[in-house]
């Protein structure tokens, strides 16, 4: 048996924060913020309308209908996200009974930051190829407005990152047609400090201290430009890993479908891949930075747009915090 993507969804809240909002409660600028990423907008979630669960189930229910399967059809599913409702249990057990399954299916989590696409991708193909699961629901939701810090003091982060799901179902498939060919995966944990939050930890107790000062750990911290190079030779490296795998070469790659993180980026890796530009979709310019939601995010909006066919040879790929990175190649 072969993994096939069957169906996506996706969901954004509904509030629109322009880069000219921005302006208005940090020293930012529009064209800083378009030239140094593409981000034109994002959306944030208001407080008490979309949580992690919500968004999560809105777009799982979006990829069902497409599929036009019952949620019970459904046999396990794989869900991350960096910030969940719960501390525990995690979020994917939570979305078992808000999408109302009468069984008991698997619900795994993960934790792979902007890479957990691929990674929770990875883990379905697997389990298809082995015969132990048929249809996969792999969902990412990720609220991060409410978590950085919305001054000058956190502007390198906070204007780069939205919150939104997305949402993909696979299932076995017998036909070669459409298939997955290969998918590589790597981490490097000496970044680990390069991009993350490190608040509340493991080492708090109680695990937030309601006194004294704020402490600055509670938010994300980035070591933007360290990141942006690794991404540029990570992201090019696990394309041109996952061509040597299937004996193809980039120029094979009908579609790229990239993580959004930087449109510089993104461009660099195209080029350092001699890949044009006319061969990649991207929503970071509004929806900004999205972790796990980005990848079934920008497939589903580029497959809706009729960019991506199917039969065509499509490379996924990502790199984030951990480091951890990764690429798919599948034939759609
Ligand atoms: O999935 C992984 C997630 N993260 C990423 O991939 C991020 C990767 N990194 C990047 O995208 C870029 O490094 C950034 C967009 C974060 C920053 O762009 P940069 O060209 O590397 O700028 P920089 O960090 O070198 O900062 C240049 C200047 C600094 O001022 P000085 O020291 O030159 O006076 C910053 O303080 O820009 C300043 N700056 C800002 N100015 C206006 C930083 N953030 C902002 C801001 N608005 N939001």
């Not at 070591?223 to 094979?252: H, W, Y």
Request: some cysteine.
């Amino acid at each position: 048996m072969n993994t096939k993507i069957l169906s996506s969804g996706m969901y954004v809240p509904n509030q629109v924060v322009t880069n000219f909002d921005l302006e208005k409660i940090m020293e930012t600028n529009d064209e800083w913020i378009q030239q140094r990423s593409g981000i034109k907008e994002r959306r944030w979630v208001e407080p008490g309308i979309d949580t992690t669960l919500s968004m999560a189930t809105v777009a799982s229910k979006q990829a069902l209908d497409r599929a036009h399967l019952n949620v019970d059809e459904i046999d396990m599913i794989i869900f991350g996200a960096l910030v969940t409702d719960y501390v525990f249990p995690g979020t994917g057990v939570l979305l078992q009974e808000s999408l109302g399954f009468s069984k008991t299916v698997p619900a795994l989590d993960i934790r792979n930051q902007c890479s957990g696409f691929i990674y929770a991708l990875s883990v379905a193909d697997a389990w298809i190829r082995s015969g132990m699961y048929k249809k996969i629901l792999i969902v990412g939701s990720e609220i991060h407005s409410t978590s950085i810090d919305k001054t000058t003091r956190g502007r390198d982060i906070s204007v780069l990152f939205g919150d939104g799901a997305g949402a993909m179902i696979v299932e076995a498939c017998a036909d070669e047609k459409s298939k997955i060919l290969s998918t590589v995966l790597h981490s490097e944990g000496k970044g680990s400090s390069v991009l993350c939050l490190k608040k509340p930890s493991s080492n708090d107790s109680p695990r937030i201290q309601i006194s004294g000062d704020f402490d600055l750990e509670l938010y994300p911290q980035m070591e933007g430009r360290l990141v942006f190079k690794n991404a540029v030779t990570r992201m090019s490296e696990a394309i041109l890993e996952v061509c040597s795998n299937t004996n193809t070469s980039p120029d094979d790659i009908d579609f790229v479908i990239a993580h959004q993180a930087n449109l510089r980026i993104n461009q660099m890796v195209l080029d350092n891949l001699k890949i044009p530009h006319s061969k990649t979709h991207n929503t970071l310019q509004k929806y900004g930075n999205t972790t796990m939601a980005t990848i079934p995010i920008t497939f589903d909006e580029a497959v809706l747009e009729g960019k991506i066919q199917r039969g065509d040879l499509v490379a996924l790929v990502a790199f984030g915090a951990g480091f951890t990175w990764g690429a798919t190649l599948l034939r759609y």
